[in-house]
């Protein structure tokens, strides 16, 4: 875990100016409750906002991500609408490993699709290391919004070693990532040499954010849910703590988030170890938060866990959804509010700016009784 020593950080970056090492999120991954909760949401900055497609029309997806005034400028739309209290880089978990050499491009209404998919020894060798010039873009449009952003943090981003493995295996989106599945355990030395590749690539752009300004950080594993907690333990759990390692001098707090993750929650707390290693765990939709705390312990923050589905429910049942979430949350050390996963794109944004203010309004959490 971090704590709030960030000599590796230049002097300049919010959290050693003071700008943001008070902020409610900040303090609540250190595990300091604030007196009012954090807010933020995956995918906040996108698909939901009608400035964002305004602003999208005619630009390719990763060709916007590779824009740094429009990479900025789209992670900045939604803190000045919603009020949230960080944003999250706008990027997308494939970019580094375009950067890197890789031929994929996303595909409208499929997802990442690649040239040609990595599935032999040999596709691995001919995997290029990622050059630190490359990432120029990324460091722009972080120094960028951190300018803008003042006292608000900025969260970074990077896929995890095994979910972008799933992409570069099977060639694009996938229902049981089989073919990566099959790889991990017919040839477990290339798996091994793969993911160890994907961790130093992600692990790089992820770096390259926080040095520029990101105040915390956040890896991404899409498909965990995937694997059985014996393969995870086995065959990704190491590579994932490879990953995150590339942040671990600069004393930023560390999130690890994966989709449909239950099984596996406390093991990507401590990533196969006996302690926690990571400052917070992001938890999906699908398990109670006290039941989250409950497995992984009061040694890490929480963050989640709405239904995205709740969002188009009237505000009723939304409503009691929000406060039920806030409540059991109050198990753990420090809750950070979120979806159990991304916005949808169908979603009303005046909804998740009353949601940010529903949840400001319950105080620390700990208050909010059960429903009558």
């Avoid at 065959?235 to 600069?250: E, F, K, M, Q, T």
């Avoid at 040694?299 to 409540?327: C, F, K, Y």
Wanted: aromatic share 4%; net charge negative.
């Amino acid at each position: 875990m971090t704590d709030a020593t960030t000599s590796a950080l230049p002097d300049a970056h919010p959290l050693v100016s003071g700008r943001t090492a008070g902020s409610p999120l900040v303090r609540a991954l250190r595990g300091d409750r604030p007196d009012t909760l954090p807010v933020w949401f995956m995918r906040q900055a996108g698909r939901s906002l009608p400035e964002y497609r305004d602003l999208r029309v005619g630009t390719a997806m990763l060709d916007a991500c590779l824009d740094p005034a429009m990479a900025s400028e789209i992670t900045l739309q939604p803190v000045r609408r919603h009020g949230v209290d960080a944003g999250i880089f706008f990027s997308d978990i494939v970019v580094p490993i375009k950067l890197a050499g890789v031929d994929v491009e996303i595909v409208p209404g499929r997802g990442p699709v690649l040239g040609s998919p990595v599935r032999t020894a040999a596709d691995v060798e001919a995997l290029t290391a990622l050059d630190p010039t490359s990432l120029a873009p990324i460091t722009e449009a972080v120094a960028r919004t951190v300018a803008e952003l003042g006292d608000t943090p900025l969260i970074g981003f990077a896929g995890a070693p095994f979910t972008l493995a799933a992409y570069l295996v099977e060639g694009g989106p996938s229902k049981d990532h089989i073919r990566a599945r099959t790889l991990m355990h017919a040839d477990p030395e290339t798996w091994a040499r793969l993911l160890d590749w994907a961790a130093d690539v992600s692990g790089a752009f992820l770096r390259a954010q926080v040095t520029a300004g990101a105040s915390a950080a956040q890896l991404f594993d899409s498909w965990v849910g995937s694997l059985s907690r014996a393969d995870y333990l086995a065959h990704v759990a190491p590579h994932s703590a490879r990953a995150l390692s590339h942040v671990s001098d600069l004393g930023v707090p560390r999130i690890h988030f994966g989709v449909g993750s239950g099984e596996v929650l406390h093991d990507m707390t401590t990533l196969g170890g006996d302690t926690v290693v990571v400052d917070g765990v992001g938890v999906d939709w699908r398990i109670p938060l006290d039941e989250a705390v409950r497995r992984v312990g009061t040694d890490v923050t929480v963050q989640g866990n709405i239904d995205p589905a709740m969002l188009s429910a009237p505000w009723s049942v939304l409503e009691d959804h929000v406060r039920d979430v806030v409540r059991r949350g109050g198990a753990a050390r420090a809750h950070v509010v979120n979806l159990g996963h991304g916005v949808p794109p169908e979603t009303d944004p005046d909804v998740i700016s009353r949601v940010v203010e529903l949840v400001h309004a319950l105080g620390d959490g700990r208050t909010v009784g059960e429903p009558a």
